[in-house]
């Protein structure tokens, strides 16, 4: 039997943006791994009619509804209350759960007493099962009641995803039918409408597996999503249509169920046991900071010139005047000699450089917005490359970045001979 989930967060502080809501993320993944098939996500601010309104609808669509949020005790909290109107159950005082809260406080605040609206957690909806809360005060529960299957959890990420975990799946175990498994493939040289174009045919009589494209900024994934008994036979389902995307893109696949590029750079950087250095203008540094938000980093990264004016190009790593004087701080010249400078400066097998126009108006040289050249520094020559990255300084930068880690890429797979 397969089940259909409505996940409902309780919460204004969501609508009004104050807050991410980080637990329906957490919660569809879980479930997946379930086989359960999320099909609605719904925020509710604190007023009891809207989250009524929204509960009666979720109740005609779904045959599992999870509620996160307001189970506190103020008076905003009031999700157990419209629950229980909702499905005709009434709110019964646990003094079991009661005692817990007693315990909770005296143990974390024994120097204040508890104020006894705290107790108000611990009206429950009669005949449910109680999921006791060990990492906050809100216990959590479920119950049946007309075919559909009710569970309500704390807000707060900790306590949620840890009540999800050991209390929540538990009790979904026996909905549980087969798994939900995804593999997703990072594309970068290619964007969204073109891929989509070589995909639309298969993709629209795909079933299971099914094919999804999504776009990010300057790259694309393909998200391979299969349901099966068990995790290996969804793999066996995704493995011959991830081989078929492969023989498609060729090249542009940089990695699969991998986070970044420069992820995918890292890993090859250890396992060739090779250095990075970084030279940027325009990018200001972006290219070192995403190296080095990543753990392990200090392993292969040297460090990093932000070169921003034409002296420190000069000064520090050694671009020669002329070519600044003939061609312009962005030319493939300048951006050649940035990344041998760093090379050299640096110490390091590998250099990347980035110099371009990030806007809002073009150049004293009349460069347009958006025209940067990305230059990859190694024992075998340097490579240049011309980019067109568009407009808006942020996009700008994060187009250049990639493309600077893509160079790396391609050199240490072999996809860039000199």
């Not at 776009?215 to 393909?222: N, V």
């Not at 010249?333 to 090379?343: C, P, T």
């Not at 230059?375 to 407009?391: C, H, I, M, N, P």
């Amino acid at each position: 039997m397969s089940h259909t989930a409505e996940l409902i967060a309780v919460g204004t502080e969501l609508l009004l943006g104050n807050i991410a809501n980080t637990d329906a993320q957490m919660l569809s993944q879980g479930l997946s791994t379930l086989g359960i098939n999320v099909y609605y996500h719904t925020v509710v601010g604190d007023n009891p009619q809207r989250l009524k309104a929204a509960v009666e609808l979720a109740k005609t669509r779904a045959d599992l509804i999870i509620t996160t949020g307001g189970l506190g005790p103020t008076c905003d909290d009031l999700t157990k209350n419209v629950l229980a109107e909702c499905f005709g159950k009434k709110l019964v005082f646990d003094e079991g759960s009661a005692q817990r809260i007693r315990d909770y406080f005296a143990r974390l605040h024994p120097d204040r007493p508890m104020t006894d609206n705290n107790l108000q957690q611990a009206m429950l909806p009669e005949g449910c099962t109680i999921f006791s809360n060990d990492w906050g005060t809100a216990p959590g529960c479920a119950f049946e009641s007309g075919g559909v299957r009710v569970i309500m959890l704390p807000g707060p990420p900790r306590e949620c995803r840890a009540m999800f975990r050991y209390r929540a799946i538990p009790y979904l175990q026996d909905l549980a039918d087969g798994v939900i498994v995804s593999r997703t493939l990072k594309l970068f040289g290619i964007g969204e409408s073109a891929m989509e174009a070589r995909l639309r045919d298969e993709m629209q009589v795909m079933t299971n597996p099914t094919l999804a494209p999504y776009a990010k900024e300057g790259e694309c994934e393909l998200r391979i999503t299969a349901k099966a008994a068990d995790h290996h036979q969804a793999i066996s389902l995704i493995a011959p249509v991830e081989a078929q995307l492969r023989g498609i893109f060729g090249d542009k696949v940089y990695g699969a169920d991998i986070g970044s590029l420069e992820e995918a750079v890292l890993a090859l950087l250890k396992g060739q046991k090779k250095t990075l250095g970084t030279a940027e203008s325009c990018t200001g540094g972006l290219i070192a900071k995403r190296m080095t938000d990543l753990p392990g980093a200090s392993a292969v990264f040297r460090g990093g010139v932000v070169s921003y004016s034409s002296e420190i190009k000069k000064s520090v790593l050694g671009v020669p005047a002329d070519l600044l004087d003939k061609y312009g701080a962005v030319s493939a010249q300048v951006a050649k000699a940035m990344a041998e400078g760093a090379r050299r400066v640096l110490g390091c097998d590998l250099a990347v450089s980035a110099t371009g126009v990030a806007g809002p108006d073009q150049d004293d040289r009349g460069n347009p917005v958006g025209l940067v050249y990305v230059a990859l520094a190694t024992d075998k020559g340097t490579y240049v490359r011309e980019v067109r990255a568009g407009s808006g300084r942020e996009r700008i930068r994060t187009v250049a970045s990639h493309h600077a880690f893509d160079l790396v890429r391609r050199y240490l797979t072999g996809l860039l001979i000199f």
